[in-house]
């Protein structure tokens, strides 16, 4: 019989744990009663298909339950230290009654597991199988091979020889590594399943062991920063100023009951000594008194805050609470999910591999390693691990073939009461080698859904984007300058079309109206697994340039995460540019910590190669190219001074493959993209390098893929100015050899001196800063928080009465 599991009825005596026990069932509609006599006279009314009870007089209600409700599932609520509780329910169980017991000590958390585990195991349907499913596990590194029966979403029977002891298959024992093969290809593969049962069965002549197994849900695999813990006053009071800001929910709960939680109603941060004072009202059905210990919890940007503090005030006139010395900050979700628009839609076609049906569905969200589509669990099953040959079908119409693994099948809320006989699950899958027309359709979907209004730049001529640029005075183009286009633009314009059609290296997003373009950003791969943003322009007099400068730098970096060999996200500004210095220095400060990011701050010199320098070569240090021996310095040299994210992120380990990708992946999209080393001995290793990259003109507009930079390790060396003189010339005369008309030199202010010398001409000082993939969410966080104290400023220090536009915060050379 088809039985969904949306309604649920919960009878517990204490109004705290029914609370609990309700929000943990979200997703279905609840019922919550009193006393036993309640819940049968609710049973008689409407028929649940979950009922949870206290263990007291559990035969009894057992009784009533199988009149009124026969087909619900029962689950008893009883904790482990509650003696008579428990031999309540091993002598219900002696009498033939099937139930499931939860720990009534269990966590929020653990509670909401378990009772999603005990729903989904029910709601979900099993396909009897043809002979043919082959099943491969190992039980104490022991292989075993068996036949699949039936199969489930979250377990299946397996057929085991009768050769195999029936005490080695115990229940709670694990069997790892379970792969189930059809046709000699894996369908299914789960890294450990449990024995349920195992009873032996006699048919005829032949004789087996039947075995019930089951699994959980596979863990997400998340690239979230580390927890990390807020201990400053000021950066306490700032978050939970911030949570209220937004009118996000603020939670209490006592110590002793992390399922009890308390919403902190009409809340307000107020400054009191040096800690402040947290005041709101509360429902009285909170166990608290002044002088007691409680906990906090909210959820802000995909993070959840944590902390404790006690209660200073109870009384009619609300709450009040000390602020907490410290919270604990957790990363609740790795990359961001999306729903496409209604002009990016997807579909996915398959045939299940287990019951053979034909499936066709929409994706109902993406992320950027994979999408999630509906299923009727009713009759359909796709388990956790399975493997599927999909076709997706993408916006553009086009179809690309793609194999999946399951990671989750979910229940979803169902409110249709015409079709009973439904069970929507959402299943999540993972991409597993992500084709790169997908890639591309999610990411185009993202920006879609994020802001309709941003588009890829390759649809857009270079000239139009050129000719905003000089109009949002994009200024700093000491190489492609405004008003030379019939020199500088078909260059440039070659290589804005070769990148648009290699979106894994590069991205361009216009931000646009009906009329006119508004604002560009540009990402590209500067090295192997570091994606820099760059070209930040937007058109002044538009008084909401803030958010278009807001918008189209967060979805910079969020498209460099969606790709998922980038490792490392970069930008860099002026720092003569105040506004960009200001956004750029806070954020650094503000996310600085715990390895994961790197702040360099450089001078970019630049010099005509027309004119010669009035240096006598000579009597300067030989310079020669670099081989294995001195990439192996390098990366130890990096090493003892801590600079692991430059290492990392700039491709200068002594393994120099990441380098010869990157190389081919350029040339394949007709781009040119390389580095080359050149070093000046000293007596006990190298005196100085210079890192020189060369790349086609036109990738960064201020052409850092040009520049070199150098690495003195001894600026106390007598000769380690004449060393950085040596390697100037050397760079200086590989930019004539490239046909270049000027060299590029991003030094450190000690080699700004000596770059003056042989001609250089001082452009400015530069910030750049590069910071981890996992830190992205934590960095949009604070980017949104950014713009939304700065806007209301920036507005009321606008005088009324003198309407000039503002003017766009142009964050130049980005």
């Avoid at 491709?651 to 070093?679: K, P, Q, T």
């Avoid at 760079?731 to 000690?750: N, S």
């Amino acid at each position: 019989m088809s039985v969904p599991t949306h309604e649920v009825l919960i009878v517990h005596p204490n109004e705290l744990r029914r609370n609990a026990l309700k929000s943990a069932l979200r997703a279905h509609r609840v019922s919550v009663v009193g006393s036993q006599l309640e819940a049968t006279r609710r049973m008689e009314a409407s028929v649940p298909t979950l009922i949870i009870a206290p263990a007291d007089n559990a035969r009894r209600f057992l009784r009533h339950v199988d009149r009124a409700a026969p087909e619900a599932v029962c689950v008893f609520v009883c904790a482990r230290s509650d003696q008579q509780g428990l031999e309540e329910l091993v002598e219900t169980a002696a009498e033939g009654h099937v139930f499931s017991t939860v720990d009534d000590a269990l966590t929020e958390g653990e509670l909401s597991t378990r009772l999603r585990d005990i729903l989904q195991l029910r709601a979900s349907t099993r396909v009897v199988l043809d002979a043919g499913m082959r099943v491969d596990f190992l039980l104490r590194d022991r292989p075993f091979s068996a036949e699949c029966q039936d199969l489930g979403h979250f377990g299946a029977a397996l057929q085991v020889p009768m050769d195999a002891s029936m005490g080695a298959f115990l229940p709670g024992t694990p069997l790892d590594s379970l792969s189930m093969v059809r046709d000699g290809r894996p369908v299914l593969h789960v890294a450990r399943a449990y024995v349920r049962h195992a009873t032996p069965v006699q048919q005829g002549t032949h004789a087996f062991l039947r075995v019930g197994i089951s699994w959980r849900p596979a863990a997400d695999e998340s690239t979230a920063a580390p927890p990390r813990t807020l201990r400053d006053a000021v950066a306490v009071q700032a978050a939970l100023r911030k949570a209220l800001r937004r009118e996000l929910p603020v939670w209490l709960h006592p110590p002793d009951s992390h399922t009890a939680h308390f919403r902190l109603e009409s809340a307000t941060v107020e400054a009191c000594d040096e800690r402040g004072l947290l005041r709101g009202r509360v429902s009285a059905a909170l166990p608290a008194s002044v002088g007691e210990v409680v906990h906090l919890a909210f959820e802000m940007g995909g993070q959840r805050y944590r902390g404790v503090t006690s209660m200073l005030h109870v009384g009619h006139d609300g709450v009040a609470l000390g602020m907490p010395r410290s919270l604990a900050v957790e990363n609740r979700r790795g990359q961001q999910r999306f729903r496409p628009s209604a002009h990016h839609r997807f579909l996915v076609r398959f045939t299940s591999p287990f019951s053979g049906q034909r499936i066709t569905r929409a994706v109902l969200d993406l992320g950027a390693r994979g999408f999630a589509f509906p299923i009727d669990a009713s009759c359909e099953v796709l388990p956790v691990g399975s493997h599927l040959d999909t076709t997706l079908l993408l916006p553009d119409g086009s179809e690309v073939a793609c194999r999946v693994e399951v990671r989750s099948a979910d229940v979803v809320p169902f409110e249709s009461r015409h079709d009973q006989r439904l069970r929507p699950y959402r299943c999540g899958v993972r991409i597993l080698d992500m084709p790169r027309a997908v890639r591309d359709a999610i990411v185009d979907a993202f920006v879609s859904a994020r802001a309709p209004q941003v588009r890829d730049g390759a649809v857009f001529r270079f000239p139009d984007l050129w000719r905003m640029m000089e109009d949002a005075r994009y200024t700093f183009h000491p190489d492609h300058p405004f008003g030379e286009e019939s020199r500088v633009l078909p260059v440039l314009e070659a290589t804005h079309e070769r990148l648009g059609r290699a979106r894994e290296l590069g991205r361009s997003l216009v931000f646009t109206d009906s009329r006119r373009l508004l604002g560009h950003v540009n990402g590209l791969r500067m090295y192997s697994g570091t994606w820099l943003v760059q070209h930040l322009a937007v058109m002044p007099g538009f008084r909401r340039s803030e958010q278009i400068s807001s918008e189209l730098t967060s979805l910079a970096v969020e498209v460099g995460e969606a790709m998922e060999d980038v490792e490392f996200i970069r930008y860099m500004w002026r720092t003569d540019n105040r506004w960009p210095h200001r956004l750029g220095t806070w954020l650094a400060r503000v996310l600085e910590g715990q390895g994961l990011c790197h702040l360099r701050q450089f001078h970019y010199l630049r010099a005509d190669l027309e004119l010669t320098p009035a240096v006598d070569g000579a009597a300067l240090p030989a310079v020669r190219d670099a081989g294995p021996e001195d990439r192996q310095w390098l990366e130890s040299y990096l090493r003892r001074r801590g600079e692991m994210v430059r290492l990392l992120s700039e491709d200068l380990r002594a393994d120099s493959s990441a380098e010869a990708v990157l190389g081919e992946r350029f040339r394949a999209a007709g781009l040119h993209r390389e580095r080359r080393m050149f070093v000046v001995d000293g007596d006990a290793g190298p005196l100085a390098l210079a890192l020189q990259d060369e790349a086609t003109p036109g990738l960064s507009l201020i052409e850092v893929t040009n520049g070199f930079n150098l690495v003195v390790p001894d600026r106390e060396h007598p000769r380690a100015k004449d060393a950085v003189a040596a390697l100037t010339l050397r760079c200086m005369a590989h930019a004539r050899e490239r046909g270049r008309g000027a060299a590029l030199g991003l030094v450190d202010a000690l080699d700004v001196p000596v770059l003056r010398e042989l001609g250089f001409v001082d452009q400015g000082r530069f910030s750049e800063w590069t910071f981890h993939r996992s830190m992205v969410r934590r960095w949009c966080e604070a980017w949104r928080s950014l713009f939304e104290r700065q806007l209301p400023m920036r507005r009321t220090k606008r005088r009324p009465s003198v309407p000039a536009p503002a003017q766009a915060p142009n964050q130049e050379a980005r």
